[in-house]
């Protein structure tokens, strides 16, 4: 995450809020943030394997 990521997060916010939904925003941006990278590296599953697992716990 860099700076402007953090500048950006907050001049989005209303004039004021709570440090906990500051928090929880930079947490949402960096959770994005990785999973794009992961997108991009092709570390992705496909929706039928997630099915597959999803119904393999299921049962």
């Known amino acids: 995450m860099t700076k ?3 500048r ?3 001049d ?4 004021s809020f709570t440090i ?3 928090i929880e925003q930079l947490l949402f ?5 990785e999973g ?3 997108s ?3 570390k992705t599953i ?3 394997d997630v099915k597959s697992m999803i119904e393999k716990w299921s049962s």
């Open 4 to 6: 402007d990521t953090v």
């Open 8 to 10: 950006q997060s907050i």
């Open 12 to 15: 989005n916010f209303p004039d």
């Open 20 to 22: 906990d939904e500051l």
């Open 29 to 33: 941006v960096e959770k994005v943030e």
């Open 36 to 38: 794009i990278i992961q």
């Open 40 to 42: 991009n590296e092709g």
């Open 46 to 48: 496909s929706n039928d």
